[in-house]
């Protein structure tokens, strides 16, 4: 049987000097996360910004919940103002309707698989909070993202012992993965575990909620759909998917 794999919308709003749909909002799946998501019995499938009781039939229907990257989360969404006027708004829109998806996939134990923004959107779910920009707020920091190289940009992952990534790889020091942002995790919600952190400052990189299976519900800061035309050497990608899809 396939599995029903629903993705989380991103959005792109009217721009009317935009020829092609210029006055209506988009809901959108970027091409390489669809690619990545369908496979080994997946279907993907993107979650349309529809009316909560239409939404609730459409989630009812869904194996398990993907929250893909993109725009930053609104700091006002985690009970902050901006720290710069102007400067890293984010998309509040986007996060209500997400986070009503969130909502039903946790009170339905469905399985959830965070990416980027998806993981940081899923801290902020269980209570935690986010760096606005990691390099004006943790100066001390590495660089985790560069505009030019984007998805070739990489950088080392630690695991925790004896944790759910450190049995899937087997190596503490769990190799590399792309890093493609600027928003990080400040403080980590009670309820998440620590899954794996960068080793050069400390920020968070993969969590899994407490309230589950081991896995069931957990995020990674990397794009691991990005994996396949990687320069340098990275962790393998399915095998944290496919673990998700176990859980579907």
């Not at 721009?15 to 019995?41: H, I, N, W």
């Not at 929250?67 to 103002?81: L, M, V």
Request: charged content about 25%; hydrophobic content about 35%; proline content about 4%.
């Amino acid at each position: 049987m396939v599995k029903k794999i629903g993705v989380a919308s991103a959005f792109m709003y009217p721009e009317p000097e935009r020829l092609v749909f210029g006055k209506k909002t988009l809901c959108y799946l970027e091409k390489d996360m669809g690619r990545y998501l369908s496979q080994a019995g997946a279907m993907a499938i993107l979650i349309p910004d529809l009316k909560d009781k239409e939404l609730n039939e459409f989630m009812a229907e869904l194996d398990g919940f993907v929250f893909q990257g993109g725009t930053d989360i609104a700091p006002e969404t985690y009970g902050e103002e901006p720290i710069k006027d102007g400067k890293w708004k984010g998309d509040p829109i986007r996060d209500a309707h997400e986070l009503k998806i969130m909502e039903y996939a946790i009170e339905h134990d469905k399985p959830v698989f965070g990416i980027c923004r998806g993981f940081q959107l899923m801290n902020v779910h269980f209570g935690g909070t986010l760096y606005q920009d990691i390099n004006t707020q943790l100066p001390d920091s590495i660089i985790h993202r560069d505009a030019e190289l984007y998805d070739q940009h990489t950088h080392q992952i630690e695991l925790n012992d004896g944790q759910l990534l450190h049995t899937l790889y087997g190596d503490r020091l769990g190799g590399n993965v792309n890093s493609v942002h600027h928003q990080g995790i400040k403080d980590i919600a009670t309820d998440l575990e620590v899954l794996a952190t960068c080793p050069e400052d400390g920020l968070v990189e993969a969590f899994s909620w407490k309230g589950t299976e081991k896995g069931k519900v957990m995020g990674v800061q990397w794009h691991p759909e990005f994996f396949y035309n990687s320069k340098k050497p990275l962790i393998d990608a399915n095998s944290i998917y496919h673990q998700f899809l176990d859980f579907c």
